[in-house]
């Protein structure tokens, strides 16, 4: 039997060395607030065993993680007509980048892009009353943690800032692949990458896609073939022009948020969840990725 425990203490006993921790995002001003020096870690594996070290009780924000989430409820409403609006290849280029879109016709390459992420709000926004509620009480249920939230003033700073994010949704307005408005679709949006919890509460919200698509009430949200789909496009595209990266030293299906944390697992065996501020060049964590990279090679549990 493998102890995780010891293994994740070792693993945040080294990172502690770490000179160079990477920056905190500032094109958001709200996330600048973050501090590099932070570093949390929390597993669950199969049975609900938790094992965590660090600052893993502290809520930080979700951002682009909130994507897998605004798919699984998506793609649990529409099913495969979600397809005909967005693809499933990765893209290769960074999360924000709007070329290819051009290229071709207003349909992102995948859901985890920022274009491909407002598509999906935007089934969302066509097929619930109320999405904002409805989205947050589906994250609360399948975690069963009442006390997540947005966060407001993320929300807001990013509404303020989030230029691109306007250009790539109008872009797709213009070829007609958003059927609600502009300020709807960017609301939900902003709000869905505002969420706010630690690491522990997100690695419960995972384990669905750990779990063939059940919580850990046993309650199941999407089918296996579904979970099979999110974590393939969460393998090949969770990390955008870094996904090959993320496959080459960490083998694992995952998703990162400019927040910090990083989620990934291994069907049937694990969730882990790391949050540290610093980001690389490409936009991930990077203490997240050296200690996942460390987590799998220790443990030898990685999809290859
Ligand atoms: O749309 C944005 O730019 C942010 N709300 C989310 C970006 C993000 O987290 C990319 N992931 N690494």
């Given at each position: 039997?493998?102890?995780?425990?010891?293994?994740i203490?070792?693993?945040?006993?080294?990172?502690?060395?770490?000179?160079?921790?990477?920056?905190?995002?500032?094109?958001?001003?709200?996330?600048?607030?973050?501090?590099?020096?932070?570093?949390?870690?929390?597993?669950?594996?199969?049975?609900?065993?938790?094992?965590?070290?660090?600052?893993?009780?502290?809520?930080?924000?979700?951002q682009?993680?909130?994507?897998?989430?605004?798919?699984?409820?998506?793609?649990?409403?529409?099913?495969?007509?979600?397809?005909?609006?967005?693809?499933?290849?990765?893209?290769?280029?960074?999360?924000?980048?709007?070329?290819?879109?051009?290229?071709?016709?207003g349909?992102?390459?995948?859901?985890?892009?920022?274009?491909?992420?407002?598509?999906?709000?935007?089934?969302?926004?066509?097929?619930?009353?109320?999405?904002?509620?409805?989205?947050l009480?589906?994250?609360?249920?399948?975690?069963?943690?009442p006390?997540?939230?947005?966060?407001e003033?993320?929300?807001?700073?990013?509404?303020?800032?989030?230029?691109?994010?306007?250009?790539?949704?109008?872009?797709?307005?213009?070829?007609?692949?958003?059927?609600?408005?502009?300020?709807?679709?960017?609301?939900?949006?902003?709000?869905?990458?505002?969420?706010?919890?630690?690491?522990?509460?997100?690695?419960?919200?995972?384990?669905?896609?750990?779990?063939?698509?059940?919580?850990?009430?046993?309650?199941?949200?999407?089918?296996?073939?579904?979970?099979?789909?999110?974590?393939?496009?969460?393998?090949?595209?969770?990390?955008?022009?870094?996904?090959?990266?993320?496959?080459?030293?960490?083998?694992?299906?995952?998703?990162?948020?400019?927040?910090?944390?990083?989620?990934?697992?291994?069907?049937?065996?694990?969730?882990?969840?790391?949050w540290?501020?610093?980001?690389?060049?490409?936009?991930?964590?990077?203490?997240?990725?050296?200690?996942?990279?460390?987590?799998t090679?220790?443990?030898?549990?990685?999809?290859?």
């Amino acid at each position: 039997m493998i102890d995780f425990q010891a293994i994740i203490e070792g693993i945040s006993n080294n990172l502690q060395s770490v000179y160079d921790r990477g920056d905190v995002a500032t094109y958001i001003p709200e996330l600048a607030k973050a501090d590099k020096n932070k570093f949390g870690i929390h597993l669950i594996d199969s049975s609900n065993n938790n094992f965590s070290s660090g600052d893993s009780e502290e809520a930080f924000s979700i951002q682009s993680i909130s994507k897998v989430l605004s798919l699984a409820q998506a793609f649990g409403k529409v099913g495969d007509q979600l397809w005909k609006r967005v693809g499933v290849e990765p893209s290769g280029d960074p999360f924000n980048h709007l070329s290819l879109l051009e290229m071709e016709n207003g349909i992102p390459r995948n859901p985890l892009i920022n274009a491909g992420a407002l598509v999906v709000c935007d089934v969302l926004i066509s097929h619930f009353d109320n999405p904002k509620d409805d989205f947050l009480s589906y994250v609360r249920r399948i975690s069963n943690e009442p006390e997540i939230y947005y966060d407001e003033k993320v929300a807001q700073s990013e509404k303020r800032s989030g230029f691109n994010n306007y250009a790539a949704a109008y872009l797709l307005k213009s070829y007609g692949n958003l059927k609600n408005d502009v300020e709807t679709v960017l609301d939900f949006y902003f709000h869905q990458c505002s969420l706010t919890m630690s690491c522990r509460q997100l690695a419960k919200l995972f384990y669905i896609f750990m779990n063939k698509g059940k919580c850990l009430q046993g309650q199941a949200y999407l089918s296996i073939n579904q979970v099979k789909r999110i974590n393939a496009i969460m393998l090949t595209c969770g990390f955008y022009d870094e996904a090959g990266e993320f496959a080459f030293e960490v083998g694992l299906p995952g998703k990162s948020g400019v927040g910090g944390g990083i989620v990934a697992l291994l069907p049937n065996k694990f969730c882990v969840v790391t949050w540290s501020p610093g980001l690389n060049p490409k936009g991930n964590s990077k203490l997240g990725m050296l200690a996942l990279e460390q987590l799998t090679s220790k443990t030898g549990l990685s999809i290859f």
